[in-house]
């Protein structure tokens, strides 16, 4: 253990956001931050001490997938999740609820939990907000998130409605279940795009109390200004002195915004998905590796970058390794997309400490529109 | 330029094997000395870093993949192989002639060279005996293999026979051929399994002189017996101030039989392949990682290894790893196998040096039938 108990100390706010500082039971970590996501217990083709060079402070984990597959019992015989990865950093465990409704079939929300199928083998479970805090203790996590009720995007302002009233349920009920000790409890508010079913899902979680919040519910194909639009509703409503955790955000420029309306936790599969896809950010905008104008481009993805991938290897390596479907290809281009995203957070932390986030978002999109081959907005959605 | 010009010292030779040390432009090493083998470029999964971990000190690369993907020209722009491929110690490149004749399609073999179509896109390509060498030689190899005539298994003797007339030809004109400085060629024995066409193939290629001899057209299904018969014949011709090189082999049990006989340098695909297929090597014989009885086994795979793999993770991980197809699963295996190989190179070192081969070779033995899950000759083909 080289943290504590779980603490979240805010130590500047401001209109470029907020500065801040998570201590979990394995560490403590700066914020805003940002978690590359580990689904299976493996962040893809990245061993823990890739994640070290990157820059990596904390992971984010799936509980959903892991309780199919190894299964919590397996995770936990073995020492708990850390050990199991041969991950040291903090670890935050989502709790299902969005995978539950985004992957599995035949799933039935009911007031005990939620039933649904596995979509491994199409073996009937039933996950109730109880079990979900369960797991993820047994699993070891340092933050977990209460189980809530997803539904859908577009959702009736009445499924929205009523999503909201078994979220608050399921997350009292999570608040009593027991838990190990010095782990953290993260509510979810849900709402759909309901400025007011936000507000009444916000207070209502407040009421009972977390350690930190998230906003769930969002980036799932609405307009990116109903995202913003609900999460400033909400982030106006929380209590400065917890953290707040928007869920599965997002590119670079939706990071920059989002701190800006105070959001200090950010998760998604944008950098290590973009990887395999031969897609590379880079600070003039994305680079597709496969473009036959870089076959004998002996420049480093990046010149400006100084990880391990654009410190070795040109261009031209990186795309005769995709091309030849290396397994190589896809590390080295993880490796450098998270590296970038670890480098953006740095920067806005300096920023941030120096009063200059609105400068620091003008040099950034100016950049990328000066040089770049393809804008952000064009190749990543 | 680490190393010098190609240099090989015989350090000690006696009954258990030869002990020595080959010099090239980029670094020396000991021999014997196993080769794991980079195809396109890039050891499969494993990064520069990786190999230097696992104690790599030469490499294999082979000229027919590189010339076709991404093409010789493309190479020799980013400055070379080692460049291209971020790896600053030795390489050997084979010439091509094993794999026209076992990847390509429509190979036809004629005086001038051998005419095949890309097992990539179906174009058509003639490699000659000198293009051979000026691929090479553009790849900026430090070891470079004649091009040979290696007829599949099992040839006639009339085949054989020809095999050899052709690849002695082939080799007067790959000598005469002009070259980088500082790079090595090695000659190729042929003679499929004849101990007659073997010895001419021998005394044909030493009548020409090359800085190494290797061993072609074995590993090809032959059996054993037959394999250790015809390279010992061989080895016993050799010049001994020259290194001798088993293409192709193999097992640990094949290698600890060669180096009796007194071979210096091996490749096989066997380690890497079999990581990316869940096998395992330990000491006390395979392991298949798939298998339930590891679902919860917190152990590491090999209890005495101490590689990245076993020092950081358990079998219950690397089998859940695996099962979910997770990228890392095979770098991890392939991390502890290559270590494995070129453990066993480094005790083999000290049996030499210490007179003890035979003693050596009995405990490998008697460690595998006595622990192992499977034997190897059960397990791995």
Redesign the interface.
């Given at each position: 253990m080289k943290g504590g108990r779980f603490s979240f100390q805010l130590l500047k706010e401001g209109e470029g956001g907020r500065l801040g500082r998570i201590t979990t039971p394995h560490g403590s970590f700066p914020t805003p931050a940002f978690m590359p996501v580990g689904s299976?217990?493996?962040v893809?083709?990245?061993?823990?001490?890739d994640l070290q060079e990157v820059g990596t402070e904390i992971l984010l984990c799936n509980a959903y997938h892991l309780y199919l597959?190894?299964g919590t019992?397996?995770v936990r015989?073995?020492?708990g999740l850390h050990r199991?990865?041969?991950w040291e950093g903090p670890i935050l465990t989502d709790s299902g609820g969005f995978q539950i409704v985004s992957m599995s079939a035949l799933q039935k929300v009911e007031p005990e939990g939620v039933q649904f199928r596995s979509h491994l083998d199409g073996s009937l479970h039933c996950i109730t907000p109880e079990k979900a805090v369960q797991i993820q203790e047994e699993l070891g996590a340092d933050i977990m998130m209460t189980l809530d009720d997803c539904p859908p995007y577009p959702a009736s302002s009445d499924e929205a409605k009523a999503a909201v009233a078994l979220t608050t349920q399921w997350a009292k009920r999570s608040q009593e279940a027991k838990r190990g000790d010095g782990q953290a409890l993260f509510g979810i508010v849900q709402g759909g795009g309901y400025p007011e079913l936000r507000r009444q899902s916000t207070h209502e979680l407040m009421e009972i109390g977390f350690d930190g919040y998230a906003i769930g519910g969002l980036s799932l194909g609405e307009e990116k200004e109903v995202t913003f639009e609900i999460a400033q509703t909400v982030t106006a409503l929380l209590p400065t002195d917890s953290p707040r955790y928007l869920m599965g955000m997002g590119t670079p420029a939706d990071i920059l915004a989002a701190v800006r309306i105070g959001v200090d936790l950010f998760d998604c599969v944008l950098p290590t998905r973009c990887a395999r896809t031969g897609l590379l950010f880079t600070s003039s905008g994305t680079l597709n590796i496969k473009h036959a104008r870089y076959?004998?481009d002996?420049a480093p993805p990046d010149p400006d970058c100084g990880c391990?991938t654009c410190s070795?290897?040109?261009r031209?390596?990186l795309?005769?390794?995709f091309?030849?479907r290396?397994?190589?290809a896809?590390?080295?281009n993880a490796m450098h997309n998270l590296f970038y995203y670890h480098s953006l957070m740095r920067d806005i932390h300096q920023a941030l400490s120096e009063g200059t986030m609105g400068q620091f978002i003008r040099e950034c999109v100016s950049q990328r529109e000066g040089k770049g081959e393809n804008s952000e907005k064009k190749e990543v959605r």
């Open positions: 299976q217990g493996s893809k083709a990245l061993a823990p001490t597959r190894p019992e397996i015989k073995v020492g199991f990865m041969g076959s004998s002996s391990y070795n290897f040109s031209a390596y795309r005769h390794l091309l030849a290396e397994l190589l896809y590390r080295l």
